[in-house]
C-alpha cells in the first residue's frame, strides 16, 4: 500500500437517525426498551404497552434487575416486532445510559436494525452518552473475511423528541471521532508509516474543514526539529509534523493540541523485549487522539481556534540509529542526552511543544501521548494520568473527562525530582532513574514556555486487554471524548492564566 494511501474503514459504525415518539418498528426490527429497578420488581419503561407479553415476567423468569447494562432479549412473534431487547439503565444517569447503549449494541452485532425508546429517560447528557456507548462497544477492526454475526448494528432508531435532532448530530459526530481515533490506533504498522498517517490527517481534513499542512524530513532539518529527525532517521519511512489547523469564524482564543505519533516503536538500540513490542503499533494513540479530535471540532460547535501538530516517526533499528550517549538538539536550541533511545516518545513532543510556543501564540496547550509504562503502575489500567502547570486547565479537563466518561487523574508535577534530569553534556537527559511518569512530564514542561499546559499520559488506558462498557479489546482512542467535551464548552479557556 502506498504510504499515502487512504485507508477505508474496514467495518463502519451504526447510522443513526431520530424519528419521534410515535415511530413503528419494522417486523424486522429489535426493539429496545429501557428497563429500571422497581420496589418489588423490575419496571419497563415506554414502548412497553405496544408489547402483548407481560414483559414484567419475562425479567422475573430470566432473574433480570434492571441494573445498567443487563440486556434480556425475548421474542414476540405476536408483536409489532420479532425481538425485543429490554435493558437496564439503573437510575438513567449519563453514565449507567453509556453503559445500557454499550450492552445493547454488543447484544445485537450483526443485526440491521434497532429502534429505541431508552432516550426518552435522558437528559441532553444522558442521549450522548447513550450514542457513544452504543457505537464504541461495537467497535470491531478486522482486515480479512468478513463475518456479519460480527458487524455492528447497521442502524440505530432513536424514538424521541425530533427537537433533539442537532444534539444526536453532536453525540454522533464525538462517537465517529472516537472511532477514527481507534482505527488509526489500531492499523497494523505495514500498512503506516508516518507518511499514511499524514494522508489520514488530510482525509480528516477534508471532513472536518481543517487547513493542513506537513512539514517532510528535509524541512524539518531545515528549521531545527533534531528531536523528530533523531527518532525518524532510522527508518525506511521518514519522519513528518502534521499540522492541522480549525478557525471559525470570531474565534475566541486558541488552543493547541500536541499528540505523540510513533506510528512503530521497537525501542530502538535500546530494543524492546518481544513480547512489549506486539501492541507498539499503537503508540501514535496520541497522535490519533489529536487527528480525530479536530476533525469533529466543526461538529460539536467549537468557538475556539484549534491547532492540532503531530510529530510522525517510527523508532525503527538500523545502521543510522541514534544511539544511547548521543546529544540531540531540539527546536529552539535546548539540548538533550540520549540515554535510552526507548524513551523516544518526549524527544519528538518537545519539538512540537517548543515550536507551538515559539510560533503559534497559544492561549493553552494540551499535549496526549502514550508515554510512560510507569502511568499503568501508578493508576492501573482504567484512568489515565494528568500533569498540569495551571489549576484551573487542570480542572477543566479533569471535569470534561468526567463528564465524558474518560477518568483521569490529577499526578503532581513534583519539583523535587528535577534534579534528576541533569546531565553532564547536554541541558537534560531522556531517561534518568525515578519515577517515570513525572520524570518525563518534568522534562516535557521545559519545553512549554510560560504557557498554560497539560499533559495527558494514556499509557494507562490507549489499549484495553480486554471489553469493558463501551471499550473494546485493543486501542481506545482515550482522550477524544474529553477533548471534545472541553473544547465544545461555551469558554473552555475560563480562568486560565
Known sequence: MPADAVLPLPVTPPAFALTGLDTVPDPGAVLALPVLPGPDAPLVGPGAEA????????LAAHGASGRPGEVTLHATPDGPTALVALVGVGEATPDELRRAGAALGRALRGRDEVVSTLTRLAD????RAFVVGLTLASFRFHWGSDDPAARPVRRVVLADDTSRSALLDRAV??????????????TPSNLKNPGWLAAQAADAAAAGDL?????DEVELAERGFGGILAVGR???????LIRLDYRPRR??????????????DTGGLSIKPAEAMVNMKRDMTGGAVVIATLSALAAVGCTMRVTGLVPAAENAISGSAFRPGDVVRHYGGRTTEVTNTDA???????DALAHAVADLEPDAIVDVATLTGAMKVALGLRTGGLFANDDTLAQALLAAGEGAGERLWRMPLAPDYEEKLSSKVADADNAPGGPGAIIAALFLQHFTGNVPWAHLDIASVGDAPEAWDEWTAGPTGFGVRTL??????????AGIR
Open 51 to 58: 408489547i402483548p407479553d407481560d414483559l414484567v415476567e419475562v
Open 124 to 127: 441532553d447528557d444522558g442521549l
Open 173 to 186: 459526530a464525538i462517537a465517529a471521532a472516537a472511532w477514527r481515533a481507534r482505527t488509526l490506533a489500531t
Open 211 to 215: 487547513r493542513i499542512s506537513v512539514m
Open 234 to 240: 532510522a527508518s525506511a519511512t521518514p519522519p513528518r
Open 251 to 264: 474565534a475566541r482564543g486558541h488552543v493547541v493540541l500536541v499528540g505523540k505519533g510513533i506510528t512503530f
Open 344 to 350: 523516544e516518545g518526549r524527544l519528538v513532543l518537545a
Open 484 to 493: 471534545l467535551h472541553w473544547l465544545a464548552s461555551p469558554n473552555p479557556l
